[in-house]
């Protein structure tokens, strides 16, 4: 199978500090990564499309120099939030691109800003 | 543009009682129909990858098939452990170009009553 971990997976701050999300393919390689939001009952939103050694390409109305994405290797992507507020708080998801199209999903991280 | 609708958005069954869920899509090129599940608090888990019409792929009580403008996931007999929300998505190519960027229906809620 195809496995990608996430950390952490949950996450409490307070408002002002960042937070960094880590996202891992443990059995592949992903030159892409994508990260997305979820709202509660809400579908995946996809906010920026990760590939190793370039920069991020966002979505519209995605604030980039709030979530700061980085993919430093074919297996990590990490997504820091920056100067984080309650409005932040929210349901994050990375997934990794196996070949050029198969989508392989972490576990998701809760993030809370007090 | 690429676009993937999915129906019903929320289905309730009784145990046993078997249905199928909708994915219709417009998309230039398919390059694959990929289904997922997922539970509430979890990042989608891979179900199944289907390319091109006709094709079936089964996986214990589900079975996914695919025409040239719709897919079906088929559920036989289910069980309340098959409640979650089921996701379709299929990976277009941006007009700017670069990497293929999955486009996700926003997915049916399936709940199974015992």
């Known amino acids: 199978g195809a496995v990608v971990s996430q950390h952490p997976s949950r996450v409490i701050c307070k408002s002002g500090t960042s937070v960094k999300i880590e996202c891992r393919s443990l059995d592949f390689q992903a030159t892409t990564m994508f990260w997305y939001r979820q709202f509660p009952k809400q579908s995946l939103m996809l906010m920026a499309t990760?590939?190793?050694?370039?920069?991020?390409?966002?979505e519209q109305g995605v604030e980039k120099d709030k979530f700061l994405i980085n993919h430093a290797s074919l297996t990590l992507s990490t997504l820091t939030v920056t100067s984080a507020h309650p409005e932040d708080s929210s349901f994050y998801i990375c997934?990794?691109?196996?070949?050029?199209?198969?989508?392989?999903f972490g576990p998701g991280t809760r993030l809370t800003v007090l | 543009e690429d676009q993937v609708t999915q129906s019903p958005e929320a289905l309730r069954l009784q145990e046993g009682e078997s249905s199928s869920l909708n994915c219709s899509y417009t998309v230039s090129g398919l390059r694959g129909l990929f289904w997922y599940r997922q539970d509430p608090g979890k990042g989608p888990e891979f179900l199944f990858t289907l390319y091109s019409a006709g094709e079936e792929k089964e996986k214990e009580r589900l079975k996914a098939t695919l025409t040239k403008k719709e897919s079906f996931l088929h559920i036989t007999a289910p069980k309340p452990e098959d409640s979650a929300t089921y996701l379709c998505?299929?990976?277009?190519?941006?007009?700017?170009?670069?990497?293929?960027?999955?486009?996700f229906g926003r997915g049916t809620s399936l709940i199974v009553h015992p």
């Open positions: 990760s590939n190793e050694g370039s920069k991020a390409t966002y």
């Open positions: 998505a299929v990976p277009g190519l941006p007009p700017s170009g670069g990497s293929y960027i999955p486009t």
């Open positions: 997934s990794g691109q196996r070949g050029d199209n198969e989508q392989f």
